[in-house]
């Protein structure tokens, strides 16, 4: 198996809904997001996934977020802006992108500073 990951950014601020502490006041991040891609074996080529193509998938998605106020962006409107719901709605948006017989999308973790990250993936 070969497991690949790429790192982008984006910045945002976010509240979070029922909270009681700081977090529940509107607030911005830097947020780090670590893209992990798992291949089975090797293209013609022996790559498993060009690390570009995975990288423009990523920032694809997450520049629907980008300096953006995430309480206001779907499903944020429905659901807290929490990391945990921000890694998942990548994972589930980057899924479609990616996956294809060969590779898999393993996981996505989400740094909402340099000591604290959420990380989403399936079983």
């Not at 013609?44 to 060009?50: K, T, V």
């Not at 920032?59 to 921000?86: A, R």
């Not at 996981?107 to 909402?112: D, F, L, Q, R």
Request: aromatic residues 12%.
């Amino acid at each position: 198996m070969y497991d690949l990951m790429i790192e982008t950014r984006f910045s945002s601020a976010h509240q979070l809904r029922g909270y009681k502490g700081k977090c529940e006041a509107l607030h911005g991040h830097n947020w780090k997001v670590q893209v992990y891609v798992t291949a089975e074996k090797l293209n013609e080529i022996d790559l498993a996934m060009d690390f570009h193509e995975i990288k423009t998938y990523a920032e694809e998605v997450v520049n629907q977020l980008d300096h953006g106020f995430l309480n206001e962006i779907f499903p944020f409107t429905e659901i807290n802006p929490s990391s945990e719901n921000i890694a998942k709605w990548i994972y589930d948006s980057l899924k479609k992108k990616i996956e294809s017989e060969n590779v898999q999308l393993s996981a996505v973790t989400i740094w909402e500073s340099g000591t604290a990250s959420a990380t989403y993936y399936e079983d």
